[in-house]
Every structure is written in structure tokens, then in C-alpha cells.
């Protein structure tokens, strides 16, 4: 079976879990609904069309593998909005500061993020999907819409550098994955083009195929287990626990989700992922 990978960096990240009164809290990991807006965006499948977005929803399966859930940060925000009158609407947030002036108010919240996660995702397509999984790896390329990590202020940090790849399971098709490192030093970048063959192009070497020292350094890699979910049937991975998660879109337009059911295994490192480069 092929699958679709990529990866995801970022120096804020923010994977929304249910929102409760002023509290906007974050999952560790992107859920679904969030992958299938950053596939969507790439895209260019808007938030208001419908039947687009449900036959998008319904046509792929992921798996996450968690490198580095990063670290916690809690964010104190205010925003000054004014409350709705009827059925009038503020066209622009100049509007907003002019034409509703005396019906200003502020709007207190604690939002919550994720700082230097890196998450690996596999995407595997059903026989319903719209678009194949190399016309969306194309589209990851050259997205139609900006992408982000869970809101607008988490921009990506490095390419999502996407592959299709054949695989027996989730677990081989990310463990196997090439995603490449994240900090390269001058050093490791001539070791790697001093290796690598003329007719060959740099981003091929296997020095540079997986994470760098410095990257390790940076997310204690190998000090804690590596984390896989994922929905389904994952072919070579077994289920020590099943989760249940509230991000299945019913509606884009009017924000709607409903649960599904997640699986999760925790195990370390060693089991076949492709080696880093020793610098």
C-alpha cells in the first residue's frame, strides 16, 4: 500500500482540543481535523464548501508519529470586539473600531500552544478519496492557501518535504520515512556532499536523511518513547490503547465535529527507523 508522508515543525503549534469558556486548550499532536485542513488548504478546498469538504473528510486515513511533543505555553489574550446587533455585519476590523465604537468590549481567554514539536504523518487513501495521493503531494509543494500548525500565528518552520512511499503498515511507512534534518551545520553539509555521488542530488544522502545531532541535542531524542496514533487498520502496528477523540468534521462552515476512535502505542526508538548520520 502507498502512503503519503510529511512532516511537521514549527515553533508554535496549536492542535485544538474542545473548547471550554474562555479556555482554548491544545492536544500534544495535530488530530485529524486539523490534517484535513492543512490537506484542504493545499488544496485549495474552501471552508465553505460543503460537499467538498465532507467527500475530503471521508476519503483518507493518518497516522502520527510524535517525535517531540514540545514544550507547554499558555498565552493571556485580549481581544477588543464589539457584541453582534442583529443581523448587522462588521465587514472589517476597521469597522469593528469605528462603526461599533460604543458596543466595544473585551474578550478575555488563556490559549494554550505547543513550542518545537515535530510530528510525522502518514496519509493513506480510500477508494472514495477526491484526490490521489500524489496530486496532494504536489499540492503540498505548491499550496493554494497559507499552511499553518492549528492557528494563523503558527507558521511552519521548514518544508513539509512530502513523499509517497510504499509501506506494509503505518509503522514502516514512518519509520522508514527520510524526512531529513531540521539544523544542518556546515560541517555535516560537507561531509554530505564530499559522500555523495555526482550524478546523485544532496537531498538524497543518507546524512541527511534523518535527524542531525543537533537535532537530537535539541528534542533529548531517545530519552523518551516515541508515540504513534492512528485511525483504523495501521497493518503492522498493534494497539496498546484505543482513544476517543472529538474531531471528525460534520460541518467546516458551522464548526461541527463528532468523536471517532484512536488508536495509540508507545515504544522507543530502536525499532526501524533509519539510522542518523554520525557527524
Known sequence: MEYLLFRLYGPLASWGEIAVGESR???VYPGKSALLGLLAAALGVRRDEEERQTEFAAGYRFAVKVVSAGHP????????APDSVGKFVYRTRRDELVVGKERLGTILSSREYRCDALSLVAVTAEESAPYTLNEIREA???PRFNLYLGRKSCPLAVP???LVRPAAGFGEALDNYPHGALFISKYLLRKAEKETAKD????CSPLL????REDEYVF???NYPIRYYW????GDLVSQQALTRHDQPLSRSRWQFTQRTEHLRIEKEERRCISPGSE
Open 25 to 27: 486548550h491544545t492536544a
Open 73 to 80: 505555553l499558555r498565552d493571556y489574550h485580549t481581544t477588543q
Open 140 to 142: 503540498l509543494l505548491k
Open 160 to 162: 513539509l518535504n512530502p
Open 200 to 203: 546523485v542530488t544532496l537531498s
Open 209 to 212: 536523511a534523518a535527524l542531525s
Open 220 to 222: 533529548a531524542y531517545g
Open 231 to 234: 485511525e483504523g487498520e495501521a
